[in-house]
């Protein structure tokens, strides 16, 4: 057991993944692959492989590199609007990984598929219509995610402190909380919202394990709260940071651009070119809100026992009175 | 002494306004006269009279109903774009309130003279960088408003949940947290985050006391999460439930409207027609996205101290490991 106590006793999470916190690491393209995901699975908490930046076969790869990283459970992320979904989700059931979180798309897709192998299905959505539509497609757990949330998003543009206890209220299959988390405090926060845990994502960005540029880490470490921008909401609601090519986005949404002129605005491979390439210009840097709250890039272990010692603290903080 | 018991032992907003809880009733325009802002501060928090839909004169009749109805504090919230917001803040003077809360302009302009009067000072912002102005100006207490909140917003879109934490860290003064809040779960978190109280809109404008249209009471109670819109941020940027008007609005938005054309279809008087006059299709009906979780229309004294007994239960709920 490790020092770093996780000071609730609601277990849901704990239980359903068996892991030692509540605190998954979202899959996340150019960013999450075995390192990462592998990291925060030794550290007790759920580390997630981000598949929508692979192909089949380096999925493969990077399933079979976290096994001989850690013997705890880690789980993949999958983004269903991927043409090769199907080849995705073969490659996960032939390497008998324990945990999937699916998004973008309908959860009644492969949520009997994983179940028939033995897989617990998480999925994530921006709003309670489609929390509930997870809890009855039989998924094991919701990922509620706000509008300060880094990378794609929901149109309803709905905020983690509005949503989790709404969706909280709405379902009976554990909540993790999404967007803007950060630090302690937030996790905090997001218990007393409701939530039986929490999925961080740009704050394990920033860490050495995580695969992202350093210009990437870096620039959300010098981030403060106003930099991230939300745009596309026509062809594939983002939050990134404001940079050279965002404002050409804003300028052409604010005259009314088609949505062919944003998907030629667009064009290809831009996150890849902002998080994996650190072309902090023209690529899609996507982070959330919460990267004002970042100040470093430390190992995903360290962090980890960290944000549980924060929580801890920020329930322990001398404000609850006894 | 009241049986609800606040669960938190930080007592800066208590000592600072001289209340039992650190609960602001906020300043709404149509919606906080006497009878609210009287009722909220005879319960133990602190209620606001909103001049912002008032002329001198009755913002001067309604001090005087508040002081006739309650020996407890009470504040004024005074938009300072208002053309005649030096009238309103001596009327203020005029009748000694002892709590001003201002927003939509600077911080410096009437502090001193406030300061002058002993009358405490608090101004709203949406940003660290406004916060920390805030902060030098000299005011007493600073409120962190999120994207989520109903009504007159920031540019920046930056949510409660992201924006508490990062002004906490960036001000000494005490901070509110406002935005999304209708229930006790958001209070909890909210102090976990780093407030010392909170400051809540929609959930007091759908009570008894409320000067609100019935009509306007009942759309806040019958709202699911996805029915607010945040729109008119090139003249105004406000939230308010999605209707007939809004959707003209957000059509010509998308077609990249001119400045002129919006404030041709804003016209005047939306907030009165939409709030006081209850046309829930041509109005701006301002509201905040917590409104998917309010359930009723209770009295004032009622919610404020259910509000107590939900943060103590979120706080205690058999969540918090012993």
Redesign the interface.
Known sequence: MSQHI?????TRIQTLFGIEYPIIQAGMVWVSGAKLAAAVSNAGGLGLIGAGSMKPDLLADHIRTAQSLTDKPFGVNIPLLRGDAEELVQVVLDHKVPVVFTSAGSPKRFTPTFHDHGVKVVHVVP???LAKKVEAAGCDAVVAE???AGGHNGV????????I??VA?AVQIPVLAA???A?G??I???????ADGVQIGTRFAATVESSAHDNYKQAVVNA???DTV?HLKQIGPARMFRNTWTERIAAAE????SVEELRELLGTKRERLGIFEGDLDEGQVEA???S??IRDIPHASELLHRLVDETHA??RH????S
Not at 6 to 10: D, K, M, V
Not at 188 to 194: D, S
Not at 254 to 257: F, N, V
């Open positions: 996780w000071p609730f006793t609601g709003s309670v219509t706000g509008f300060e309803d543009m709905i905020t983690t402190m509005a949503l206890p709404q209220d967007g803007g988390i630090d405090r937030q905090a926060a997001a218990i007393m919202l409701g403060s709260d106003r939300f604010q005259r009314g651009a959330g809100q919460g004002g709250l920020a329930i001398g404000k609850v009175s």
